[in-house]
């Protein structure tokens, strides 16, 4: 268990520093170009990884419709998030975009947790809408860029 908490650590620092990274790419050479640079470059680091992986690549043996038609959405939905992000991080503090998509996550893993897996804890619930009062409470003293 402490390896994944490690590991959720630091996919949460690489996150933040990917999108200001991307942010400074974006406003040298505009969001779109530079979400296709990000993942032209991830497809190589990605096929890389997977050559250089001792696990077996299993892709080729997929058929079309073993795959369910939402396993496709990630891609769309992380270049989307990519362009989102180029647009807004120039705009505010690396603070205050963090705050912003962490409440945004957190709102979004309640929604799919009761209305998707129907899971209803009041604790997390109560815990979460508290999260969430927080960051608008730490947002309301951020200034924008």
Request: glycine share 12%; proline share 3%; aromatic share 10%.
């Amino acid at each position: 268990m402490l390896i994944a908490i490690i590991l959720s650590f630091l996919s949460g620092v690489t996150r933040t520093v990917s999108r200001m990274v991307n942010a400074q790419l974006s406003e040298r050479i505009g969001p779109f170009q530079s979400t296709f640079y990000n993942y032209g470059l991830g497809l190589i680091c990605s096929v890389l990884i997977l050559f250089l992986s001792r696990d077996p690549w299993s892709v080729s043996t997929l058929t079309a419709g073993q795959i369910p038609a939402w396993a496709y959405w990630g891609g769309g939905i992380g270049v989307l998030i990519v362009v989102l992000s180029n647009f807004v991080t120039p705009k505010m503090s690396a603070f205050a975009m963090t705050l912003l998509i962490f409440g945004g996550q957190i709102g979004t893993g309640i929604v799919i947790d009761v209305f998707i897996h129907q899971q209803f804890s009041l604790g997390q619930m109560t815990g979460g809408v508290l999260i969430l009062v927080g960051l608008l409470g730490s947002l309301s003293t951020i200034r924008d860029k």
